[in-house]
């Protein structure tokens, strides 16, 4: 098993990363993506996982005001749309985690808020120095993520300041909070599609293992990538 995991941009967080995905299978290789390593493309892997970091580029994102949007990174941008473009040809496993739901909404047509709190959402990124904050999610029912959870509520953590604010055509909502702010999103029409999860929160930064938003979320998506793997 092979699987590309993208470049945080933050070394501290990428360990956090690395070591939530190996923990499904620690015989996989990991390997990290980057436009600045030469990343040469997805041949030979078995799912893709798409990681938080910067906001994406406001020119892709629609994403108003502009001055409300933060650091950007649009070469990020650019390489993260190349990856996903060739793992949705392959019909590869796909994981997106929080800036990860982002840039595939985008990639699909979507278009996200600038600032949540600017615009009336409060409360989903706890401030510098303040301890983990963690709301409830409500799940769609007939959806993959409530298969994968088997819940239909629960609590997640919170780390964005950016949401969706208009979802791709392809995508369907499965997940949101209390005041509707977009928590998780995967295929509209699943015939004939590969496994996609992508999830607003960090699955990869919550200790309690038993919570099923984050183990579950993980052995999904490495239970995808076995399939991939097993038919490719």
């Known amino acids: 098993m ?3 995991v993208t470049d945080s941009g933050n070394p501290d967080k990428q360990k956090t990363y690395m070591d939530w995905v190996q923990s499904f299978d620690p015989a996989a290789e990991l390997v990290v993506a980057s436009y600045r390593n030469d990343f040469s493309g997805l041949s030979g892997f078995d799912g893709l996982v798409l990681v938080g970091g910067e906001d ?20 990020r941008d ?14 590869m496993p796909i994981l997106g985690i929080c800036r990860g739901l982002q840039v595939a909404n985008v990639f699909l047509g979507g278009t996200l808020i600038a600032d949540l709190p600017a615009a009336g959402f409060e ?19 007939e959806s993959l993520l409530a298969s994968v959870t088997e819940k239909l509520s629960g609590v997640i953590n919170s780390y964005h300041h950016q949401s969706v604010r208009t979802i791709a055509d392809d995508l369907i909502v499965s997940g949101y909070s209390d005041d509707d702010v977009v928590e998780s999103m995967e295929w ?6 590969s496994f996609l999860m992508l999830v607003q929160w960090h699955p990869e930064r919550m200790v309690d293992a038993a919570n099923p938003f984050t183990t579950k979320i993980g052995s999904a998506f490495f239970q995808g990538a076995q399939q991939y793997n097993l038919t490719k």
């Open 56 to 75: 994406v580029d406001p020119k892709l994102s629609k994403a108003i005001p502009e001055e409300l949007v933060e650091q950007i990174d649009r070469a």
């Open 2 to 4: 092979k699987i590309v």
């Open 188 to 193: 509209k029409e699943k015939r004939d599609k």
């Open 123 to 141: 409360r989903h990124t706890a401030m510098k120095g303040e301890p983990e904050l963690r709301h409830a999610i409500t799940v769609k029912s």
């Open 78 to 91: 650019d390489f993260e749309f190349r990856l996903l473009d060739e793992a949705m040809s392959v019909k």
